[in-house]
């Protein structure tokens, strides 16, 4: 049997992306701007519901030109339960990232504990929609008004999702979000920054181009940030099956939990009611002391049949060489237990309803407590 890893980037029909490049072919344009990024620009403000998107060769390119256009300074409180780009987007550009532990119900940022990481130094809130849960945008925007300090979403994951019925990037001042092959929806490699604010527009702009803003004119320094247009081209042939692959993904997380309900020691995150969710990974808490053996244990019996499950996040970020002995200014106990108890399961279009079956009967042959 071949192996099952955690995902398996989607390819649209070889025809859908070979149009689109007969229109490269036909411009003779690959990059720069060109027709398919003004298209791609256009279809993810409708689909993202954001009135400005700025579009970009990879999601760490935006978050760092994000950081860059607000005018950050000094102290960003974070999570560190998350994805290396997040915290090395503030230290790459100067910045002190204050580490808040995260809810145990959920992973995201605790809410109740920013207010008291705030101090005369602080000048952002970056948190993380991981898994693609909603963090407590109301709360969050709220402290924020209050302290006068800005709001940078990592929604590397949240592609799609609504709460309350508006779409995520319509809380804080931008939100990021990935286009990376391994996530759900994507452009081969890809990033979008989506925000009300349309000041920030040109300045986002310039900042992925050099910060050139005509032939003889250089306003300020900028990167080369910019999305090709066959990059665009499949994200334009990907955003058509967006749909089809979040239905599929959603029936294959309700098997997961069907087939897993019961198992003692084993948790799901409970997605809120008030969550459109987009089903973009699976993963399970486990309690080495019920379930009967540990995360790591279960990840390596299931490695041994060829199941490639990972932990996603461990280890924190704040854990990381080049930080631990850097950034020691908050202890995060919930986020340190979350990163040695949880796994994400493998989710993808093409996963066979018998794959899932297949994990979930050895995830429970490992569980010694399980009947
Ligand atoms: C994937 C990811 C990123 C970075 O995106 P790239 O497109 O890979 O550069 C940032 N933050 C989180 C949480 C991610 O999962």
Redesign the pocket.
């Known amino acids: 049997m071949s192996k099952i890893y955690v995902t398996k980037p989607f390819l649209p029909p070889f025809d859908e992306y070979s149009g689109y490049l007969e229109r490269i072919w036909e411009s003779g344009i690959l990059t720069n701007q060109g027709n398919l990024h003004r298209e791609f620009e256009s279809a993810l403000r409708d689909f993202l519901g954001s009135p400005n998107i700025v579009l970009t060769v990879?999601?760490?390119?935006?978050?760092d030109i994000a950081v860059k256009a607000l005018d950050l300074k000094g102290e960003v409180i974070t999570t560190p339960f998350?994805?290396?780009?997040?915290t090395h987007?503030l230290v790459l550009n100067n910045l002190t990232p204050v580490f808040c532990d995260i809810k145990e119900n959920n992973f995201t940022i605790n809410e109740d504990l920013i207010e008291s990481l705030i101090t005369e130094n602080t000048s952002a809130i970056m948190p993380?929609h991981?898994y693609g849960i909603p963090c407590n945008v109301d709360k969050i925007d709220n402290i924020a008004n209050k302290y006068g300090l800005k709001v940078l979403y990592?929604a590397?994951?949240a592609f799609g999702v609504r709460v309350n019925g508006k779409p995520i990037a319509s809380f804080g001042d931008i939100s990021?979000f990935?286009?990376?092959a391994?996530?759900r929806f994507h452009s081969i490699?890809?990033?979008a920054l989506a925000f009300g604010n349309q000041e920030l527009k040109e300045k986002l702009d310039l900042l992925k181009n050099f910060g050139i803003k005509d032939a003889e004119t250089v306003v300020i320094p900028g990167q080369n940030g910019k999305m090709n247009e066959f990059q665009a081209a499949m994200g334009l042939c990907n955003l058509n099956h967006l749909d089809e692959l979040t239905a599929r993904c959603r029936e294959e997380s309700d098997l997961y939990k069907s087939e897993l309900s019961g198992v003692r020691g084993l948790s799901f995150i409970e997605i809120d009611r008030n969550t459109d969710s987009n089903y973009v990974y699976v993963p399970i808490v486990i309690n080495a002391a019920e379930f009967g053996c540990t995360r790591d244990q279960l990840i390596e019996f299931l490695e041994s049949n060829d199941i490639i499950a990972r932990k996603y996040f461990y280890p924190l970020t704040s854990q990381y060489d080049c930080y631990s002995n850097l950034f020691s200014n908050s202890s995060c106990p919930v986020a340190e237990t979350a990163a040695e108890s949880v796994l994400t399961l493998p989710l993808y279009y093409e996963l066979k309803d018998e794959d899932i079956k297949l994990i979930c009967s050895l995830i429970r042959d490992a569980s010694k407590s399980s009947t």
Do not use: P, Y
């Open positions: 990879n999601g760490h390119m935006a978050l998350t994805f290396a780009s997040t987007a993380v991981v990592d590397a994951h990021m990935s286009f990376h391994t996530k490699e890809g990033g």
